[in-house]
T-cell receptor, first 114, second 113 residues
Framework: DAGVTQSPTHLIKTRGQQVTLRCSPISGHKSVSWYQQVLGQGPQFIFQYYEKEERGRGNFPDRFSARQFPNYSSELNVNALLLGDSALYLC?????????????FGQGTRLTVV | DAKTTQPNSMESNEEEPVHLPCNHSTISGTDYIHWYRQLPSQGPEYVIHGLTSNVNNRMASLAIAEDRKSSTLILHRATLRDAAVYYCILRRPTSSGNTPLVFGKGTRLSVIA
């Protein structure tokens, strides 16, 4: 079975540009979450979607947005990129959003803003 | 959110047991204790979770203190592949079911051959 897949694996963008990251969850998983991990830190929660609805949002500016599609895949968009947005962006999927549900992570997209 | 405290780093010899501690003195009665680990250049992966009783699975054991203010992740025989950052996380159920994982800095485990 395929795990969580993210694309692209790496990309380089210039300050002020916009970027779209993509995530395909494990088949049957309806919840997708996005995390940002800067070097040396643990992942920080950005968004959670369940059944195509936003169920949670972390402390990130409005430049960050996301959506979930009918097939439960998801996109994370970041506008007006800043150098500080350089990070590993992780997508996690799970069957549901309950506290005792295991989350499965993809390998992430490494974004470098120059 | 209730917070966890973990040592920044630990070291273990290969094939020896490893006990990774986590303090969570402000844990609430409904908080689940989860452990994830992140191997180099990979996303985090689930290890184990529990509420009150000790738990075992193929990867590890989780020992939870009687007052639930601390827990210990036990790797019974460390291998080089266990070298990773280990995160202890509390997750609380809500009416909306929204329970994102709140990661700290974790414990970086080094395994020596």
């Amino acid at each position: 079975d395929a795990g969580v897949t993210q694309s692209p694996t790496h990309l380089i963008k210039t300050r002020g540009q916009q970027v779209t990251l993509r995530c395909s969850p494990i088949s049957g998983h309806k919840s997708v979450s996005w995390y940002q991990q800067v070097l040396g830190q643990g992942p920080q929660f950005i968004f959670q979607y369940y059944e195509k609805e936003e169920r949670g949002r972390g402390n990130f500016p409005d430049r960050f947005s996301a959506r979930q599609f009918p097939n439960y895949s998801s996109e994370l968009n970041v506008n007006a990129l800043l150098l500080g947005d350089s990070a590993l962006y992780l997508c996690a999927s799970s069957l549901m959003t309950r506290a005792n549900t295991e989350a499965f992570f993809g390998q992430g997209t490494r974004l470098t803003v120059v | 959110d209730a917070k966890t405290t973990q040592p920044n780093s630990m070291e273990s010899n290969e094939e020896e047991p490893v006990h990774l501690p986590c303090n969570h003195s402000t844990i609430s009665g409904t908080d689940y204790i989860h452990w994830y680990r992140q191997l180099p250049s990979q996303g985090p992966e689930y290890v184990i979770h529990g509420l009150t009783s000790n738990v075992n699975n193929r990867m590890a054991s989780l020992a939870i203190a009687e007052d639930r203010k601390s827990s210990t992740l036990i790797l019974h025989r460390a291998t080089l592949r266990d070298a990773a950052v280990y995160y202890c996380i509390l997750r609380r159920p809500t009416s909306s079911g929204n329970t994102p994982l709140v990661f700290g800095k974790g414990t970086r485990l080094s395994v020596i051959a």
